[in-house]
């Protein structure tokens, strides 16, 4: 290497200046990490102060690992379709800044600084600068633009999420920790990109489709999910989750992505739709992908295409397996929304895009799901790519409910037209109130447009059940309180008689567990009963639900489901009603001492009472916030005994300052999915406070 006057001596990346203008700043603020289609510049320190004349520079980038892409950068301004420089010399340094068009592939770049001689010969190379490219919502001409500083400041820069679950009459939230700023958080999202089944099979042709977020969305919608690749999170709905951990006890997206790169790339142990949801958001955020997290109420799985979810039954309510894999009506299911431009659609499909890393169906053989255009689902234009007849019918279907009797005879005894996609939701960007998206999705219920959208879809208009268009004279409905999980409650069946007779009905009811997707877990109650509810009366049927009954079946989503049937001469066909009955839990109360600084111990006591009638036994509190703390856990000091107030300290010092959130989970071996959260504003110190002044 020649050390005489000219040759450079040192590099400087500038990575406080650029990581701040480039808003990677929170990512990382040693290494250079920069946005395509931004500029970005060096320092290089030459020994005479300058680059000796008759010699120039070339500058060169490498990408990837397993193939490598090279790109030599020109030195003056292209078409914009190409990697180029200036420089400039001043002070006794040059500085470099470099162009980087708004379709780069993103990535980990390596980038050599070669010093040539006339003739064209190097006379020194420089190879050790090193920086991580990322998508640019910032950035009119990259096709993430989204022109909306608030919406980015959303859904690139938040690392709080606002998850809703619940039933679409009983919504519930739990704070979810994104955290796509936490340390290496970046670098496990390009070692998701960089086991994906396309990057192992072909890489040269991964590294070149890495510039299109359409390409980057859809291998991550495959790659959170573990069926068929190496990917992040095993998926499991019902219990025994003893090998991993429960779904319900995640609160955030770290944990779950480090434990998944610590383990050599084996999958971790367990997800359900919204932390697969979580998870995907945090890496396309990261990535610089605009994106939020969506969840549908009432969101119908139809497995064979005919936009109609089938609930099999027998004579006692009791569910029947169909052939084959069973259609499903989740009380909610969350996916993800993306902002891009769809350049591989025809216009107007640009903007919001349905992700669903949640593996439920094959696309194009692999499990995944989208990008879908939002305003696809909505005009019901179910050509475009991808799966946009699964979304639909996601937020469409009808639920069809069958009672197949001994002899193998169907009959339909209830359809509902409007029970799926309600209140789809997600976080406002003005808080952490929730905004109502349904109307994104699909037009009013009832109205000329939908009708329209239907018939375009291919849905069949479901006739009446039966031909008489008179109404029946009877009706029955189910009512009840919001229990406590740990309580006796009361279900209330009432049969309401508009004819003008008496009406001697038999009532079947049912009182059953399951999971948030349907599953049966066990019937905690069953009653067959004839009853005489007399003309233009009401006929209450009270039906006393016992925590020892429930409990020995109900899952960790604590939820109840009562179906009830009426049979009764003077009506044509059975009657039929069906209720969700959520179980609410208390929450955990947390208070942070003092006004916490950063990189100084703050201290929070954390309290939770047991609201069952028996103790709890292996009780966890799981602690964590995005620049709070990691995943920490607490373990319980011996059982919980009914009733009991259990109290813990923990003592942590924050790593970032600014307003962040602080969640907590307890789980045990009877009560799981109690959550708490609180507000931590983290300060500077003091004497940072003093130079700033």
Known sequence: MDHHNGSITDADLRTRENNFAHHTWEIDRERLIVRRGQPFSITLQC???SVRPGRHLELVLHLGKRAETVIKLQKERGSGASWWFSQQEAQGEVLLTLHSPADAAIGHYRLAVLVLAPDGHILQRLDKIQFH????????????????????????????????????????????????????????????????????????LDLERRSDPVYVSRVISAMVNANGDRGVLEGRWMEPYTDGVTPTQWTGSVPILRQWSQAG????????????????CTVMRCLGIP?????????????DGNLSIDFLMNEKLESLGGNGKPEINWNYHCWIESWMKRDDLPNGNDGWQVLDPTPQELSEGVYCCGPCPVVAIKEGNLGVKYDAPFVFAEVNADIVYWIVYPDGQRQKIKVNESGVGKNISTKSVYGDDREDVTLHYKYPEGSKKEREVYEKAGRRLMLPTNNDAEPGKLQISIKHAKPVFGTDFDVIVKIKNEGASD?????????????????????????RITVTVPAHKVHQEVQRVHYKDYAKCVSEHHLIRVKALLEAPMENEPIMTVANIPLSVPEIHLQVEGRPVIQQPTTVYISFTN???????????????????????????????????????????????GVRNLLVD????????????????????????????
């Open 291 to 303: 994106t939020r997290l969506i969840t549908n109420f009432s969101s119908a799985h139809d497995v």
């Open 503 to 527: 009406a001697r009905v038999q009532l079947t009811l049912l009182v059953e567990a399951v999971t948030y997707n349907s599953l049966h877990r066990g019937a905690c109650q069953r009653q």
């Open 666 to 693: 307890f789980d045990s071996d009877r009560l799981k999915d109690v959550k708490g959260f609180a507000k931590v504003v983290v300060r500077k110190k003091y004497r940072d406070l003093i130079r700033l002044m």
């Open 611 to 657: 609201p069952l009638p028996v103790p709890l036994k292996g009780g966890v509190f799981t602690v964590e916030g995005a620049g709070l703390l990691p995943a920490t856990k607490i373990y319980a000091d011996g059982d919980i005994s009914a009733g009991q107030t259990v109290s813990v300290k923990l003592s942590f010092s924050p790593m970032r300052t």
């Open 47 to 49: 020994s005479g102060g």
């Open 133 to 204: 490219l990322l998508f640019n919502p910032w950035c009119k001409d990259d096709v993430v633009h989204l022109p909306d500083e608030g919406l980015l400041q959303e859904y690139i820069m938040n690392e709080d999420g606002v998850i809703y679950r619940g039933e679409w009459y009983n919504i519930t939230s739990s704070p979810w920790n994104y955290g796509q700023f936490e340390d290496y958080v970046m670098d496990i999202c390009f070692e998701v990109l960089d086991n994906s089944r396309d990057a192992l099979k072909n890489p040269e």
């Open 265 to 280: 790339l084996r999958a971790v142990k367990y997800g359900q739709c919204w932390v697969f949801a979580g998870v995907a």
